[in-house]
């Protein structure tokens, strides 16, 4: 038992042993949707900006959000592919570098993270994650694993961790079932200490 840290932590340094392991939770996956379409984010709609220093459209946690940019969001995700994927989050990520956006923590998107991020998950399951959030941005942000593993051989890994007594959430469960039902990668790691019987 390391005493001081967490359970994701302490996951995490097992998993680096066999590839690269970050700590992400909400910020990876939203986070490079805030990215790919932080233009519609921050479109110019009727009432959604009052002022230049709002770090969200004050219409962002209501279902008019999707809806008032459902055209904008629909042709986005018709045109992508890993090219318009890389070449809009690298730029959003270069020149809007500490700016406010309400899906963008930027303390959690690294370069590097990105980089392996963009090189390992594929299309089909980026699709599939920015669907879902943008179905219900406001309560699908939330429930995602605590981290991403790109292990040694290649490919990647979404990983839940959980210490002793703590069990998954709802929203934790609805994402697994969705990544499950898709083939995108993920497991519930459970932690036990050593002292315990």
């Known amino acids: 038992k390391s005493v001081g840290k967490s359970v994701e932590i302490l996951a995490a340094e097992h998993l680096a042993d066999s590839g690269d392991c970050f700590f ?6 939203s986070g490079v949707l805030g990215l790919y379409c932080w233009d519609i984010i921050f479109a110019p709609i009727n009432g959604a900006f009052f002022n230049p220093f709002q770090q969200a459209p004050a219409d962002f946690s209501s279902p008019e959000f999707i809806v008032q940019r459902q055209s904008r969001f629909k042709n986005r995700l018709e045109t992508l592919t890993m090219d318009t994927l890389k070449t809009r989050v690298w730029q959003q990520w270069e020149q809007k570098q500490g700016r406010a ?12 993270l990105l980089a ?3 090189d390992r998950i594929p299309l089909d399951h980026w699709r599939a994650i920015f669907v879902r ?26 990983v839940e961790v959980k210490g002793p007594g703590d069990k998954l959430q709802k929203n934790q469960i609805r994402w697994m079932a969705y990544f499950a039902a898709h083939g995108i990668p993920h497991r519930a790691l459970h932690i036990r200490y050593s002292d315990e019987n």
């Open 116 to 118: 392996l991020s963009l």
């Open 101 to 112: 956006n309400p899906l963008v923590h930027w303390a959690g998107l690294s370069e590097g």
């Open 24 to 29: 992400v939770e909400n910020s990876l996956l």
């Open 133 to 158: 959030l943008l179905r219900d941005i406001r309560n699908h942000r939330s429930g995602f694993p605590d981290l991403i593993h790109f292990p040694f051989s290649g490919s990647y890994d979404l």
